[in-house]
């Protein structure tokens, strides 16, 4: 399974009001997605987290490059900034285990 990890931060208020018109309806995409196996969002240190598994990464990338997600990806630059990691894995980490892969192996956007 390929899990992907995912870690922002809102640059301002209007970035705040912004990333949440996207999330919201980008979490709901990637629940209904084809191949999605778990989904789950988390605040940890002041980041936005999002913890999904999927069948394997083409499936993750096929959601992350369609609907409200590749819009929310396109506005990202102007209203956030984080991390992301992906990686295939034979189970799901904990929200611990995440969190620190993220800090240490996730891609600085």
Known sequence: MYISITGL????IWGTL???NLAIPSFRQAQTATGNLHCAVKRIKGY???LTAWENREVMLDFMRNG?????????????????????AAELPN???AFTLLQEKGKQY
Do not use: R
């Open 9 to 12: 931060k809102p640059k301002n």
């Open 18 to 20: 912004k990333f949440w």
């Open 48 to 50: 936005q987290c999002t």
């Open 68 to 88: 409200v997600h590749l819009k929310a990806m396109k506005a990202f630059s102007s209203i956030a900034t984080g991390k992301t990691f992906g990686y295939e």
């Open 95 to 97: 929200w611990d285990e």
